[in-house]
């Protein structure tokens, strides 16, 4: 089955640093990805989706990049600031007859005033 | 207002006990799942239902059952507690079907079994 494979597992960066997250996945016909983002004690909220005939998104303070070859998914945060510190998952769209999300491990991002 | 409900947002269990967690949502949605966090796993799938009907089950253990009496709820019972089961359950739902539906995630019931 799908793997997602999220890297790195902790990040500290420094307000008005950016952050850089990637994931990378396996199967080659997953075509819908999203990212989540989760405050601490909070739940997950869509930050964005990334269908196959997009490479680039952008969102207010982040770019999102699929590159389908190397089949990796990144989220690029420009100019972090404190408010974005967070856990950040990438989630892959696998088809099982249902779909449902295979999510990476998560990264705990930490934005330092 | 909340689109996905979920309660107790948090519960405290003995050993040996049985809790139910409960999740109802109100975005039309036709598909429902459970998913576990904990510092081991960070998201752990579940169980995934569609229509009402268990369509995928990652859980290796038949103490967790979920319960679909209504299209709009999927509740998730957890028999013999151990505390092995603390984690927070977070429930979320979509579209059946359509491989580009984001999931809503309910916030999450916090269990702790003492």
């Known amino acids: 089955g799908e793997q997602v494979e999220q890297r790195p597992p902790h990040l500290s960066v420094r307000e008005g640093d950016s952050a850089v997250i990637t994931c990378t996945y396996t199967?080659?016909?997953?075509?819908?990805f999203f990212w989540y983002k989760q405050e601490p004690g909070a739940s997950l909220q869509l930050l964005m989706k990334v269908f196959s005939s997009t490479e680039i998104n952008e969102g207010q303070g982040f770019t999102v990049l699929l590159n389908k070859k190397d089949k990796r998914l990144s989220l690029n945060l420009t100019a972090a600031h404190p408010g974005d510190s967070a856990a950040y998952f990438c989630a892959v769209s696998v088809n099982t007859g249902n779909y449902k999300y295979v999510f990476g491990a998560g990264t705990r991002l930490k934005v330092i005033a | 207002d909340p689109k996905i409900i979920q309660k107790p947002k948090y519960l405290v269990a003995v050993t040996g006990s049985e809790k139910i967690l409960i999740c109802e949502q109100y975005?039309?949605?036709?598909?429902m799942y459970w998913y576990r966090q904990s510092a081991k796993k960070p998201l752990e799938f579940m169980f995934s239902y569609s229509y009402q009907k268990l369509m995928d089950n990652q859980t290796a253990s038949s103490r967790f059952q979920p319960q679909s009496s209504k299209k709009n709820h999927l509740d998730l019972q957890i028999t013999a507690l151990k505390p092995d089961d603390s984690a927070t359950y977070f429930c979320?739902?979509?579209?059946?079907?359509?491989?580009?539906?984001?999931?809503?995630f309910g916030s999450g019931t916090r269990l702790l079994v003492i």
């Open positions: 979320a739902s979509s579209q059946a079907g359509q491989e580009n539906s984001d999931y809503t």
């Open positions: 199967d080659p016909n997953s075509y819908y």
């Open positions: 975005l039309g949605h036709n598909a």
